[in-house]
């Protein structure tokens, strides 16, 4: 069965914990749970539809979810949403958004990214970059300390 209202030209589609989101036609639509905004529609009210996530309707080339947020990355810059107690979301605080944030330091040069759990990693320039939770040293930078802003992922390029 589709997507209630959907349409066509959907090119991708990324799933967190209790949410999903699809890139369709260069913006980004999303359903399912809401709890701490990771719908990004500037609301926690679930929705059993697909609703526009707010100010991404055209530019998005990937997107990807986590636990109980949601990023992508648009024009070559990264935003997330969302859950962030662990600094998930990149963006220097630990305050949850119900609408999508720049990630600290990745304003420009972003080609992929993608959601952990509790984290996520970006591939900037020739290296890959991890923020969020680290319990398990799954940021990738010699350490188990969380990281609410970006870090180089030991070994893997040399960063913009």
């Known amino acids: ?6 349409g066509s030209g959907v090119l991708a589609i990324a799933a967190g914990i209790g949410h999903t989101c699809a890139l369709v036609n260069g913006g980004i639509q ?3 749970c809401n709890l701490n905004g990771q719908l990004g529609n500037n609301s926690t ?3 059993r539809v697909p609703v526009p996530v707010f100010g991404l309707g055209s530019g998005v080339l990937a997107i990807a979810g986590g636990y109980q ?3 992508a990355l648009v ?4 935003r997330c949403w969302g859950y962030n107690r662990l600094g998930q979301l990149g963006n220097n605080s630990n305050g949850n ?3 999508p944030v720049p990630v600290f330091g990745l304003g420009s040069g972003v080609l992929a990214i993608a959601g952990g759990g509790l ?3 970006a591939v900037v320039g020739r290296a890959v970059k991890c923020w969020g939770r680290n319990v398990s040293g799954q940021l990738g930078n010699n350490s188990t300390a969380n990281s609410r ?6 070994g893997l390029g040399s960063g913009v």
């Open 1 to 6: 069965m589709p997507v209630f209202d959907l």
């Open 30 to 32: 999303c359903w399912g």
């Open 45 to 47: 009210a679930d929705s």
């Open 69 to 71: 947020h949601t990023c």
């Open 75 to 78: 024009n070559g810059r990264a």
């Open 97 to 99: 958004s119900r609408k």
């Open 119 to 121: 984290h996520t990693c």
């Open 149 to 154: 802003v970006p870090v180089p992922v030991v």
